[in-house]
């Protein structure tokens, strides 16, 4: 079993994100939260996956700085002391997907919503 500390919460739905994707800001060099497979594929479709960015530089879907990672987590295993451990972790680097703040903005509105539960939505169309 993993440990329950390495859990991080969904930046948009604010449930249990899993294993999927890591959303770190690098200018400050926080990690902000994950991105749960099931808003991945609502915002994104599966592009995110299917996408090569390491020529991208900058945002994925705009010429801005791209200030914010969405690094995969990839599970690893290493030899310890003769026992096969295996882990997951993420890497940030050249070809790791990036949003700049306008495109981020689209998948996080502030601090991950309390309450875990509630499935409350702004809905935009009502003036
Ligand atoms: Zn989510
Ligand atoms: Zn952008």
Not at 25 to 35: K, N, Y
Not at 40 to 45: C, K, N
Not at 98 to 123: A, I
Request: glycine content about 12%.
């Amino acid at each position: 079993m993993l440990g329950d500390e390495s859990v991080t919460e969904c930046i948009d739905c604010g449930l249990q994100a899993g294993y999927n994707r890591a959303v770190v800001d690098t200018a400050l060099g926080r990690e902000l939260g994950g991105l749960c497979f099931r808003c991945e594929e609502r915002e994104f479709g599966r592009s995110l996956g299917r996408g090569n960015w390491e020529t991208t530089v900058g945002c994925a879907f705009c010429d801005r700085d791209g200030f914010y990672a969405l690094p995969e987590w990839k599970p690893y295993c290493e030899d310890v002391d003769g026992r096969r451990v295996c882990k997951v972790d993420y890497r940030v680097d050249e070809a790791t997907l990036r949003l700049c703040d306008e495109h981020f903005s689209c998948l996080y509105d502030g601090p991950p919503r309390q309450g875990v539960g509630s499935q409350e939505r702004d809905d935009r169309r009502v003036p």
